[in-house]
C-alpha cells in the first residue's frame, strides 16, 4: 500500500509515524511517498473525474432516452396497430397485410356443458407438454389435469420436420405409456403457437416459423397431416386429432370458462400476441356473416411492412440482424422473453465498448447470446433485491461488474422492459377499442386471459402494461385474468366442444 503524504513533511515525525504504522499493522508493507502539490492536483483530479462521471451518465441517459415513448408515439403506436389489423381482416389486403388476423373457427367461448376424458399437446412456449385433461359439467364441474413436460433440443427444433414430428410422436407414446392409456384413442387438442392458416378446426397451414423453431420441410404445411403422418409411421397407437389451436386462443378460452367476460387472449411469453373474438362479417376471409369467431391476430408480425421503424434503436436492429428470422416478428422482438434479454446484451456491449461499464472489458459472458433469459431479467429488476444482490446475479452470469455496474445494468432493464410493457399495451389498446366500436359502445367492460413467463415473473410488466391500456383506451375497462396452464386446458376446451358438435351432426 502506498500512503501519500503532504508537506511540510517533518523528519523526525515521519520516523515516528512509520515506526508506528509498522508496529500497528506488522503483515502490511507499507510505504510513504511525498505528494508535492498534492491538494491542489487532487482537487483537479477529482474534479476531472466527477466530470467523465457526469459525462457519462448524461451519455448512458441519452441513449436510453430513445427507449421512452411518449404518449403521443404510444397513441400513434395503437391507431397503427388498428390500421394494420383491418388491412388484415380486407379480402383485398389480407395477402399482404403483415398482421394477419388468421380466423381460428373458434365459434364461442366455453360455456360449463363441456365434458369428456382428452389429450393435448403444447408446442411452441417455454415447454413442450402432453397432458390428459378430464372436463367434468354440470353440478360435478371441474378440470382434472395431468401433465409431462418434454425438452426439444435445439438440434431437433432446427433439423427437419419428420425429426420433429417422430420426435413429438415419441414423447406422446411415452405420456401415454406414463398414464396406461394407450389403448383408449382419445380425442386430442394440438396446441400449436405459430402461425397457421386455418381453413377448418382441425387443419393448419403453418406459415412460417417463429421464435426458437426452424425445422425444414414445415412450412407450406398442413401441421395437423405432419402429426397425424408421424403417428403412422410409428404405428404403435392411434389418435383422433380434433383441433389446431394457437396458445393465444386456448388461454382466452380457459379463463373464459372461469369468466364469460373474457373475449381476449393474450401471451407474453417466448413470443407475444393475442387473439379475440371478431365480428364474422367483419373477417373477409371466412364465409358467413353471423355471429363471432376468434381471429389470431399474430400481432409479433406488427411492423414487419417498416410501420414501426421511427421508434426502433440500433438494438432493435442488432437483435433482428443477429436472430434465426431477421426482418420478421419486429414487435415481438421489442416485446417478449425470447428477446429482451438480448435487446439489454447489445446495449450492455455498446456501453463497455464506449466504456461506461466493466472497465471497457468484454467478456465471453457478454458474447453470449441469450444469456439474460426472463428469468434473470425479473430478478434484476426486483425491487426487494438490493445492489449488492444484483450484482451476486450477474456474477453468477459470468459478468463481474462494480456496484456502479449494477446500477448502470438494472436502469437498462427497467428502460427495455418498460418499453415493451407499453408498446404491449399501446397493441392491447387498439383491441379493445375495435371491439367496442364493432359494438356500437359508449364504454366496454372485457376480460383479457394472460399467460406467459414474461408476463407472470416480471416484477412491473403486467402494471405498466395495464396502465397503459388504461391511457390510451380510457372507453374500456379491462380486466386481466391469469390463466392457470391456459395452452392444454384451452385446447382441451375446444375440443371438447367440436366433439360435442360432431356428434349432433352425426345423430
Ligand atoms: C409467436 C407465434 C404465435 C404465438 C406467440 C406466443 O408470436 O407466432 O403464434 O401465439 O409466439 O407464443
Not at 21 to 44: H, I
Not at 70 to 82: N, W
Not at 285 to 290: H, I, L, T
Amino acid at each position: 500500500m502506498n500512503i501519500f503524504l503532504p508537506p511540510p513533511y517533518n523528519i523526525l515525525y515521519a520516523r515516528r509515524l512509520h515506526k508506528t504504522v509498522r508496529r500497528l499493522v506488522p503483515d502490511s508493507d507499507v510505504r510513504f511517498l511525498l505528494s508535492e502539490s498534492g491538494s491542489g492536483k487532487g482537487a483537479a483530479l477529482v474534479t476531472a473525474v466527477a466530470y467523465r462521471l457526469a459525462e457519462q451518465h448524461r451519455q448512458i441517459e441519452e441513449t436510453l432516452e430513445e427507449f421512452q415513448l411518449s404518449k403521443e408515439q404510444l397513441l400513434e403506436v395503437k391507431k397503427r396497430m388498428r390500421i394494420e389489423m383491418e388491412a388484415g381482416l380486407r379480402k383485398k389486403t389480407h395477402q399482404s397485410a403483415k398482421v394477419k388476423m388468421l380466423p381460428t373457427f373458434v365459434r364461442s367461448t366455453p360455456d360449463g356443458s363441456e365434458n369428456g376424458d382428452f389429450l393435448a399437446l403444447d408446442l411452441g412456449g417455454t415447454n413442450f407438454r402432453v397432458l390428459l385433461v378430464k372436463i367434468r359439467s354440470g353440478k360435478r364441474r371441474m378440470v382434472e389435469m395431468h401433465n409431462k413436460i418434454y425438452a426439444i433440443p435445439v438440434d431437433v427444433m432446427q433439423g427437419t420436420g419428420e425429426e420433429l414430428f417422430d420426435h413429438i410422436v415419441h414423447c406422446i407414446s411415452d405420456f401415454l405409456d406414463y398414464m396406461g392409456i394407450k389403448g383408449a384413442r382419445l380425442p386430442m387438442g394440438f396446441t400449436f403457437s405459430f402461425p397457421c392458416v386455418q381453413t377448418s378446426l382441425d387443419a393448419g397451414m403453418l406459415l412460417t416459423w417463429t421464435k426458437g423453431f426452424k425445422a425444414t420441410d414445415c412450412e407450406g404445411e398442413d401441421v395437423v397431416l405432419l402429426l397425424r403422418e408421424g403417428i403412422k409411421r410409428r404405428e404403435e397407437f392411434e389418435l383422433d386429432v380434433v383441433a389446431v389451436v394457437n396458445d393465444t386462443v386456448g388461454t382466452m378460452m380457459t379463463c373464459a370458462y372461469e369468466d364469460p367476460n373474457c373475449e381476449i387472449g393474450l401471451i407474453v411469453g417466448t413470443g407475444s400476441n393475442a387473439c379475440y373474438m371478431e365480428e364474422t362479417k367483419n373477417i373477409e376471409m371466412v364465409e358467413g356473416d353471423k355471429g363471432r369467431m376468434c381471429v389470431n391476430m399474430e400481432w409479433g408480425a406488427f411492423g414487419d411492412n417498416g410501420c414501426l421503424d421511427e421508434i426502433r434503436t440500433v438494438y432493435d436492429k442488432a437483435v433482428d440482424e443477429l436472430s434465426l428470422n431477421s426482418g420478421k416478428q419486429r414487435y415481438e422482438k421489442m416485446i417478449s422473453g425470447m428477446y429482451l434479454g438480448e435487446i439489454v446484451r447489445n446495449i450492455l456491449i455498446d456501453f463497455t465498448k464506449r466504456g461506461f461499464l466493466f472497465r471497457g472489458h468484454i467478456s465471453e459472458a457478454l458474447k453470449t447470446r441469450s444469456i439474460f433469459e426472463t428469468k434473470f431479467l425479473s430478478q434484476i429488476e426486483s425491487d426487494r433485491l438490493a445492489l449488492l444482490q444484483v450484482r451476486v446475479i450477474l456474477q453468477q452470469l459470468g459478468l463481474d461488474g462494480t456496484c456502479d455496474d449494477s446500477i448502470i445494468v438494472k436502469q437498462v432493464c427497467g428502460a427495455v422492459s418498460k418499453r415493451a410493457a407499453q408498446l404491449c399495451g399501446a397493441g392491447m389498446a387498439a383491441v379493445v377499442d375495435k371491439i367496442r366500436e364493432n359494438r356500437g359502445l359508449d364504454h366496454l367492460d372485457i376480460t383479457v386471459g394472460v399467460d406467459g413467463t414474461l408476463y407472470k415473473l416480471h416484477p412491473h410488466f403486467s402494471k405498466i402494461m395495464h396502465q397503459t391500456v388504461k391511457d390510451l383506451a380510457p372507453k374500456c375497462d379491462v380486466t386481466f385474468l391469469l390463466s392457470e396452464d391456459g395452452s392444454g386446458k384451452g385446447a382441451a376446451l375446444i375440443t371438447a366442444v367440436a366433439c360435442r358438435l360432431r356428434e349432433a351432426e352425426q345423430s
